[in-house]
């Protein structure tokens, strides 16, 4: 097609590993699109915990440790053939990258070519044609080739257009990580009365709970690092627990109606400890740990409902296009690199020092 070179630039995983697995080349062929496709030029892309965790082999059901445990050298003995999140195995080499903002150059056959030229978001959970009741999908970018390349193939009805002044670097951070704590809070069933403690509120998923659950008008309290104090209540939070502290000393027991949680690891008894009678627990990842010791007395003598959330509606994703358009949510970006440094830009990632996420230049630009 004009205008669209044969190779490209892009960042291959070339298997379960350490950061010698990512391999930057210029020789990758440029997809095409094929029926019901577009092609989408990626301006820019997102560092995830998804992206970190497929790399290492973070969910194979082998590996008990936190994330950053083997963030630099992965767990490639302990992965089996349940590598991927859904527990298959993956398909090497893969162009990883479940976030990005781009604008679509090629249609395939059947997608109208007033396509051409639209800024497009893509959806990082894309529901399977056979899923029963909504919950079978797919990751872009790990059942799929994503976004940490020049160009990436999209499904049509999953490319969705963005209209906004915000730059195709402050709109890569949105689909995966806000996304995903939209279709949390969602899930949960948030309401404005509520007091909501918010783990890991620094990171991407983190500090996007915080902005959408200030959205229906209720509380939060956020989990952070001293230092990043100012900047989470800037976006939100109106009480800070420190990382570390005992959430029942600052807290106390029975004060918060939701728990949204991303880190688990050995404080999370605790978590259902500060629960109200009738509280609800909500989680989307275990960066601290996947392992948790669980009362099953506190469970049912209080009442609380345990909400686990990997799919995503398409209903949350709309939901997050028009709380951009209306500029509702604002991006919380940590720092930027070049597509190249995607190495560096995971090294900054894991050592969770900085606020919000960590965004990969693919344009150049």
Request: net charge negative.
């Amino acid at each position: 097609m004009n205008g669209i070179p044969k190779k490209m630039a892009g960042v291959y995983l070339t298997g379960n590993g350490g950061f010698d697995k990512l391999e930057y080349r210029t020789d990758i062929q440029t997809p095409m699109p094929k029926a019901g496709e577009v092609l989408v030029k990626i301006g820019a892309a997102a560092v995830n915990n998804t992206d970190v965790n497929t790399r290492i082999g973070w969910y194979s059901k082998n590996v008990k440790s936190e994330t950053n445990a083997g963030g630099a050298a992965g767990f490639e003995e302990e992965v089996e053939e349940d590598g991927s999140w859904t527990g298959a195995a993956m398909q090497f080499p893969r162009i990883q990258g479940a976030d990005g903002c781009g604008t679509i150059v090629a249609v395939g056959e059947g997608v109208s070519e007033d396509r051409l030229g639209e800024r497009v978001l893509i959806r990082t959970m894309q529901e399977l044609p056979s899923s029963d009741k909504g919950l079978e999908c797919i990751t872009y970018g790990s059942e799929c080739d994503g976004t940490f390349a020049e160009y990436a193939v999209a499904l049509s009805d999953e490319a969705f257009v963005i209209n906004s002044d915000l730059s195709d670097k402050e709109l890569a951070i949105f689909p995966c990580s806000y996304s995903t704590a939209e279709n949390l809070v969602v899930r949960v069933e948030v309401n404005k009365d509520d007091v909501v403690l918010v783990t890991g509120a620094s990171g991407g998923v983190g500090s996007a709970l915080v902005q959408l659950v200030k959205i229906r008008g209720a509380k939060v309290i956020a989990v952070c690092e001293p230092d990043q104090e100012e900047r989470v209540r800037g976006y939100g939070a109106d009480e800070i627990v420190y990382r570390g502290d005992s959430y029942i000393e600052k807290i106390g027991r029975m004060k918060v109606d939701v728990v949204l949680d991303m880190v688990a690891g050995n404080q999370w008894p605790e978590l259902l400890e500060v629960l109200k009678k009738g509280g609800k627990y909500g989680v989307v990842g275990a960066i601290g740990g996947p392992m948790v010791e669980l009362d099953v007395r506190t469970l049912y003598l209080k009442d609380l409902s345990l909400f686990g959330s990997t799919y995503q509606t398409k209903e949350a994703f709309t939901n997050l296009i028009e709380y951009i358009e209306q500029g509702k949510i604002e991006p919380v970006i940590a720092k930027e690199f070049p597509l190249q440094d995607i190495v560096k830009a995971q090294e900054a990632f894991l050592e969770k020092k900085l606020i919000g996420k960590f965004v990969l230049n693919v344009s150049g630009e």
